[in-house]
């Protein structure tokens, strides 16, 4: 994979970001497939798009954010409400983040997060523009990364190291589960505690060492009175999805 953009397809455009969108988005058309099924993708024509890229087999839709900056813990994105709103509707997208090198217009890093793990709790709202600016009003977002799990974010290039297509089939496949959870509370109780299991750093765990995670989890969800419950409730179900597997009393293990 040859990861430069194609730095002429900017030469017509003035604005930074048009030059990026210019050559990003050819570059990811020509290098990028679907991770949900492997086909092709095709870039959506500008004037007619609700994102930028279609499967041109199973219909996935993506929307891509590119920047010389390393993505994070937050991420600045689109209008508050807008993005609310889509992330709410029957067509949102997958989102792909693509980090270039600036200067020399190389991909450092490209991933995937599947749009069953965008809930509202993962959006920001930044505060409003005043009332003397240009848009006075305007409600801007930002995109909460140490929410989302790092089994959703899905590699297909990390520090200019390519991840083999076989291994991104399969980690999009394993947390495929999560597309069935329509009610944002349900699938928030999920994924932090995906996020408690991934952040002690090691495939097996006791159930003891996520009950250290109750006064955080109480913070999180301050509606639950039965914090202990709600996470073997959550453990049943990561293991009857085969994120997890049972070994023995108290004992799990990361699939």
Not at 54 to 78: G, H, M, P, R
Request: glycine share 2%; with cysteine; hydrophobic share 35%.
């Amino acid at each position: 994979m040859n990861l430069n953009f194609q730095t002429s397809l900017a030469n017509s455009y003035t604005n930074n970001s048009q030059k990026i969108r210019a050559m990003s988005e050819p570059w990811t058309e020509q290098n990028i497939f679907c991770p949900n099924c492997g086909s092709k993708l095709s870039e959506l024509e500008n004037n007619k798009k609700v994102s930028d890229f279609l499967c041109d087999n199973c219909l996935e839709n993506y929307e891509q954010k590119a920047s010389k900056n390393k993505f994070k813990n937050k991420v600045i994105s689109s209008e508050y409400y807008s993005l609310i709103y889509r992330l709410k509707s029957v067509d949102k997208p997958n989102f792909f983040f693509l980090h270039y090198l600036d200067g020399i217009f190389s991909v450092n890093d490209f991933f995937v997060v599947p749009k069953y793990f965008f809930t509202s709790e993962i959006i920001e709202r930044r505060k409003p523009l005043s009332i003397t600016a240009k848009r006075a009003g305007w409600t801007g977002s930002n995109i909460l990364f140490s929410k989302i799990p790092n089994s959703g974010k899905i590699y297909y290039i990390e520090d200019w190291k390519e991840i083999s297509k076989k291994e991104i089939l399969e980690k999009w496949q394993k947390t495929a589960f999560l597309k069935d959870i329509k009610k944002d509370n349900l699938k928030g109780w999920i994924l932090d505690i995906m996020n408690c299991i991934e952040s002690l750093n090691k495939n097996d765990f006791s159930l003891n060492e996520i009950y250290a995670f109750e006064k955080d989890l109480e913070i999180l969800h301050p509606e639950n009175k039965n914090i202990k419950p709600k996470i073997r409730q959550q453990l049943q179900f990561l293991r009857d999805k085969w994120y997890l597997e049972f070994l023995e009393k108290g004992k799990y293990k990361v699939l």
